[in-house]
């Protein structure tokens, strides 16, 4: 069976975070794995609380799986401080894992900071170079970049600039834009477009995090770039289009609805 490790932060109600990640990496038929990099209180509600772990637990939790299991592909998500992302480039730097998706966590949907202001720096000198693809959403690239990204040409611009900083592939997400849903990859010489029609509802709970480690998940079972890009952006909508209330906000998506329903259960 393949592998598939993910390196961020718990989020406490289930909907995103590592357990977004290992539901996803289940639904789609890889063994996930797990080395936490900070500790949220949240509900479908928002953020409450955060909590850091310390660089060596985060070493550690990544040296221990990867000293003893073949590791097919890293997602890497919530990293909180420049001194996490440190520890956690020169871990993967000591491994031959060529699969790495990073999802530049910053602000949650709620609106709180998931990543400090200072380190998005360390995030693009040290953690992009080591990147197969980089999946930012329309505010995490107007960080990344400087500049407002509001439109299809922006999301190029933006594409082109963020790649240009070491990610072989960059996928700017469109999900915050009017209209059709529409995700941009870019290999450093052609864009690619991923559209769908936009789902109209409110409970998209960790869809970023799905997205990456869907990514993650097909790159792990040896697809092509651009393959685990669509078979991500289909397993998403899925999970999208299933999603349901669940406490009294932004309710989750359903990563295990075909699942279910092949099984009888729906």
């Known amino acids: 069976m393949k592998t598939a490790l993910t390196i961020a932060g718990s989020d406490s109600c289930g909907g995103a975070g590592i357990q977004a990640d290992l539901k996803t990496f289940s639904a789609l038929g890889v063994y996930g794995m797990s080395a936490i990099t900070a500790i949220t209180a949240q509900n479908t509600c928002g953020v409450t609380n955060i909590r850091d772990l310390d660089i060596e637990i985060v070493r550690d939790q990544i040296r221990a799986v990867c000293s003893d299991i073949q590791v097919d592909a890293v997602k890497i998500g919530m990293l909180s401080n420049a001194d996490i992302i440190k520890t956690v480039a020169e871990e993967l730097q000591k491994t031959q894992i060529t699969n790495i ?6 602000i949650s949907k709620s609106g709180s900071h998931l990543l400090k202001p200072e380190a998005i720096g360390a995030l693009k000198e040290i953690l992009f170079p080591l990147a197969t693809v980089v999946t930012p959403n329309l505010m995490e690239a107007a960080e990344i970049v400087g500049e407002p990204v509001e439109n299809k040409t922006d999301m190029e611009k933006a594409a082109v600039k963020i790649q240009a900083m070491g990610p072989q592939y960059v996928v700017v997400k469109g999900g915050h834009l009017p209209g059709d849903a529409c995700d941009l990859l870019y290999d450093g ?27 993650a998940a097909g790159l792990a079972k040896g697809l092509p770039v651009a393959a685990a890009v669509r078979t991500a952006k289909e397993f998403v909508t ?23 329903k092949k099984a009888g259960l729906l």
Do not use: W
């Open 238 to 260: 899925m999970a999208i289009t299933h999603s349901f209330p669940l406490g009294h906000g932004v309710g989750p998506t359903h990563h295990f609805y075909d699942l279910y």
């Open 189 to 215: 010489h052609e864009f690619i477009a991923f559209e769908n029609t936009r789902i109209d509802t409110p409970h998209t709970h960790g869809t970023g995090c799905t997205f990456s480690s869907a990514i």
């Open 101 to 106: 998706v990073v999802d530049p966590v910053m």
